[in-house]
């Protein structure tokens, strides 16, 4: 040490020390609070693109469904479009987009949704007329579901059911316009309404 100058007293280093303590406290206290609300946002942004991803499949089947009746694996008749009977969510034939590539391949699909312990299922059959061994593939969509609702618009009213109990004609017809109403656990709930061409 050289003669006039002095060093830091043990008050003084301890004093820095305990700012210095203060200090990161707080700041690892704000690091910890941003991390904890990132993971929130991304949680949350994650919910919201499950949600955006089930409503834009749920639209693009509707969209596209086609008046094509079809067999169930008894062989007996099933309208193209059937919902809110003995309790099923809805069941559809739709249109794939892609070219048939043979007379077993017509370009359209058979799809069914359900509601499996609040997961919203989709099954799909590539066969229409199916039989006792068609398999059919399932697809989570979307998990938290209370219900799926769904009504159709025709002859200038709404419909709870498709096609109308008893009405012979309609195996092979498809409303003029479909709402549909996913209610979500949380009281949160999400509805769109098509208009169809035609």
């Known amino acids: 040490m050289t003669p006039g100058s002095r060093g830091f007293t043990l008050i003084e280093l301890l004093v820095a020390l305990a700012i210095f303590a203060v200090v990161a406290t707080l700041t ?41 009746g079809v067999r169930d694996a008894q062989g007996d008749a099933e309208p193209a479009l059937r919902a809110g009977v003995a309790g099923e969510l809805l069941t559809l034939t739709r249109h794939t987009g892609a070219v048939p590539s043979a007379a077993a391949d017509p370009g359209l699909r ?34 938290g579901v209370k219900a799926l609702r769904v009504r159709f618009f025709a002859d200038g009213a709404w419909r709870d059911f498709w096609p109308e109990e008893g009405d012979a004609t309609a ?28």
């Not at 069914?112 to 229409?128: I, S």
């Not at 479909?178 to 999400?190: K, T, W």
């Open 28 to 68: 690892y206290g704000g690091l910890r609070h941003l991390l904890a609300l990132e993971q929130g946002l991304d949680a949350h942004a994650r919910a919201h693109a499950r949600l955006r991803l089930a409503v834009v499949v749920l639209e693009r089947d509707l969209a596209a469904a086609a008046p094509r």
């Open 110 to 143: 058979r799809v069914r949704y359900r509601l499996q312990d609040g997961v919203l299922m989709r099954d799909v059959w590539d066969q229409l007329d199916r039989t006792p061994a068609t398999r059919y593939a399932t697809r989570r969509i979307l998990s």
């Open 171 to 198: 195996a092979d017809s498809l409303p003029s316009g479909i709402e549909f109403v996913l209610e979500l656990d949380g009281a949160h709930s999400i509805r769109r309404v098509l208009a169809r061409a035609g």
